[in-house]
């Protein structure tokens, strides 16, 4: 903190940087999605600068972070040499104990940087590094995606079959403010990837008041789940082996439904968008 204080006039870690500082620190794996404005890129550049300063061989590659684009590299490994004082490349092929890169520079010499003691690879906003489909996608968007891949994938591929690696900490954005206008389909995913992995048979599933249950249902239909509004239960026309019902805390009200096995609940709260599943 010594450090921070006298280069930064950091007093204290952000509340995630005191969570995943310590993780990266040591020997496991780890993801992190939280929202912009946390100290996720700052926090890279400390973890990593505190290994290179109790690191014996400062000229082998050990530490890989790649980043979105120049810019960002070119930062964190300002912020790293400030910190440490050690050996540190940005944007370059130059062997040196750590590497930040964005992943054109690398993809260009993959072939003659020495990765065989690579440690770690750090992965920052990898989420729009890979820009894989989700999970139900289309097909055809699937396959379109495998033959035109993002640099980054083929990067981590190749170094990962070089078998040196031992962790991976990747970093993605996952703030409410970018989230929310993809918050329903992601909903809907979550929701069908639960019935693939469950079966739900009987349950409810609660969504704000912005939310179209019909067309949340056809949603769900695509992916062989029936769904249906839950002012629709009690109408005898009603099929009773709908598996899902639709509702919000209004139109919940006064419904006495038996034998529920899920209630699927999205609770808002800031910085995420979190999907709770209670099984009755």
Not at 242 to 261: C, H, P, Q, V
Request: neutral net charge; contains cysteine.
């Amino acid at each position: 903190m010594d450090n921070l204080r006298h280069r930064f006039g950091v007093e204290q870690r952000t509340v995630a940087q005191s969570q995943f500082i310590p993780v990266i620190q040591s020997d496991h794996d780890l993801l992190l999605r939280d929202r912009k404005g946390t100290g996720k890129s700052f926090g890279i550049a400390v973890a990593l600068a505190s290994k290179l300063a109790k690191a014996n061989d400062q000229n082998s590659l050990q530490r890989l972070c790649v980043v979105p684009n120049f810019e960002l590299a070119t930062q964190i490994g300002h912020w790293m040499r400030l910190l440490s004082g050690g050996y540190i490349q940005a944007n370059t092929s130059i062997p040196a104990h750590t590497l930040v890169s964005a992943p054109a520079p690398l993809i260009e010499s993959i072939d003659t940087l020495p990765f065989d003691h690579l440690d770690c690879i750090v992965l920052e906003e990898v989420d729009q590094a890979l820009r894989l489909p989700a999970r139900y996608a289309p097909l055809k968007k699937k396959q379109k995606r495998a033959s035109n891949p993002k640099p980054t994938q083929p990067l981590v591929g190749h170094v990962l079959q070089r078998g040196a690696v031992r962790r991976v900490v990747s970093f993605c954005h996952g703030g409410a403010a970018e989230h929310e206008g993809d918050s329903k389909t992601a909903l809907i995913e979550s929701v069908a990837a639960l019935n693939d992995i469950e079966g739900v048979q009987n349950g409810v599933l609660f969504v704000n008041t912005s939310v179209s249950a019909s067309d949340a249902a056809r949603q769900l239909a695509e992916y062989g789940l029936r769904a249906r509004d839950i002012l629709d239960y009690e109408r005898d026309s009603v099929d009773k082996s709908t598996k899902l019902w639709i509702a919000t805390e209004f139109s919940a009200r006064g419904m006495g439904i038996s034998d529920i096995d899920y209630m699927i609940e999205e609770r808002s709260n800031i910085g995420s968008i979190q999907y709770i599943f209670q099984s009755e």
